[in-house]
């Protein structure tokens, strides 16, 4: 109940006759709220937020929608997602077959100056008709005067043409990356296959410009504010610049996304973490829009590729372990100094052998030098069985799942780990043990939009239809506070937003309908219909469409 005061303060803007799912501890439903400033003013019934209505307010009829706090989205890669915009998109619809990707080259390379680099990305060997990967000699068809790379959709593998590959400074003697490989033919010549260290080298390698750089920025900006994000924890992009670039556009307004930035590169991570310590740089360092996050590494690789490290051979494969970047010393000694040093810390893991690993890392960081409240994180955390579970809420790790995986890649999934189905990105697991995790997309891996991403996790199924691990179906309140209030405490930032209570940015998504009595399997349609950061308008789907 709001308190009635003689100067009680004027709103900005309110909203009411709404569904506003507050996201407190009480899991509130109200019906109204009010924004004054940068901040919330107040929540409750449409009876008490009128009474912040003023000659300037702004009053907004929710009409029955649904209010929710800004999204969250505590994984993704801004800058490779606004450049990969740039290149060939190879989820478009009309891609269906190796030659459709060739044709989109060709128009790419005609659009191009000779000498710079044509890139493709959200390539899916096992969706393409063909099944396969394309050749060097295939892509050296396309074009031999443009080098060319074609990125898998996880991000992880990709195949080049012959100049690519020069450029690469990968030839018939180059040796596999540790943590890598390059594909071969019978004569041991390069067949333009790079797969995890060795692709992430190339892609360092085909850079982009400083402009492409910002324009790129502008862009996911935008597509990610008309989907209701308000903040993201971006997981890395090219090279120790990534953060410089970011925190430019930021300061300039061309990204008006809070930014919380994991310090970590594609390639090379271990460099990036060390610069960074060198620096003197630590996580908290910045403000509200732009904030330094953990130090992270790779210690595996793709759940979909796959090469994510298994203790058990794949389904598909029973020779394929999958891919490690690191031993457990080295793990031990790149974040157990970054810990020492008062980072928060992290690692890509997939596979529950990489799991594993960094769950040892943090246990042993903490014995040689305990804090108290570390909130260190595993990004993905994709294969968690129980005994890795325990471990995890013991030491008060923070898992980074990802629900919309299941969708893109839950047949798969089926395919090469079989039951293991049934522990991967295991949300209702995290839940029931009272671990905090929070919900990431990894985009451009996947769609960033977040409510496709709830839908996962309510709902568990493939773009086929088919179950995978429905064992662990949360519910929707369970799965949209996944993707606010938890992604906010993955950043230590939970006093400030996360949820709509007073005091609180005014970080707000209205959606395009009630989603409490939407059916389970038609969360993914809904829209996001206007996106607020700090109380101003960031996206308005009225005002696109105008």
Known sequence: MIEKEENMRTADTVFLNGEVIAVDADDNIEEALAVAGDKILAVGTDEEIRGFVGDSTRVVD??????????????MHLLVYGTNRLGVDCK???????????????????????????????????????????????????STEHPILLVRTCGHISAANSLALEQAG????????????????????????????????????????????????????????AAGITSIHDAGGYGPHNLRTMKQAVADGDVRLRVYAI????????????????AGMVTGLGDERFRIGPAKVFTDGSSSGPTVATREPYTSDPGDHGILYYDQGRLDAILGEAHDLGFQITAHAQGDRAVEMMVNCIEASLKRTPRDDHRHRIEHSGITPPDLLERIRDLGIIPIPNPAFVHEFGDGYLRDYGERVNNMFPAR????????????????????????????????????????????????????????????????????????????????????????????EKIKDIRVDETFVGGEEAFSRHAARA
């Open 429 to 520: 697991d995290f839940l029931d043990a009272g671990v905090m995790a929070a919900g990431g997309s990894d985009s451009p891996v996947t769609d960033y939009d977040p409510l496709l991403g709830i839908h996962c996790a309510v709902n568990r199924r493939s773009s086929s239809g088919a179950e995978v691990g429905a064992n662990q179906r949360v519910g929707l309140l369970e799965a949209i506070r996944m993707f606010t209030y938890n992604g906010a405490y993955a950043s230590f930032e939970e006093d400030i937003k996360g949820s709509l209570e007073p005091g609180k940015l005014a970080d707000l998504a209205l959606l395009s309908e009630p989603i409490l009595s939407t059916p389970p």
């Open 62 to 75: 929710l009409d029955g929608r649904t209010l929710l706090p800004g999204i969250i989205d505590a994984h």
């Open 263 to 278: 310090v970590c590169s594609l390639n090379d991570s271990e460099k990036t973490v060390g610069k960074a310590i060198e």
């Open 170 to 225: 990968v030839d018939r003697d180059t040796k596999d990356p540790e943590g890598g490989r390059i594909g071969r033919d019978e004569n041991g010549e390069p067949n333009g296959l790079l797969v995890e260290a060795a692709h992430m080298s190339a892609f360092e390698t085909a850079s982009f410009t400083e402009a492409e750089y910002r324009e790129a920025l502008r862009i996911a900006s935008k597509d990610l504010l």
């Open 92 to 142: 478009q619809p009309h891609v269906e077959t190796l030659e459709d990707i060739f044709d989109e080259l060709r128009k790419k390379c005609e659009a191009t100056k000779p000498g710079e680099w044509v890139r493709a990305s959200g390539f899916n060997n096992t969706t393409i008709a063909e099944g396969r990967y394309p050749t060097r000699e295939e892509l050296d068809a396309v």
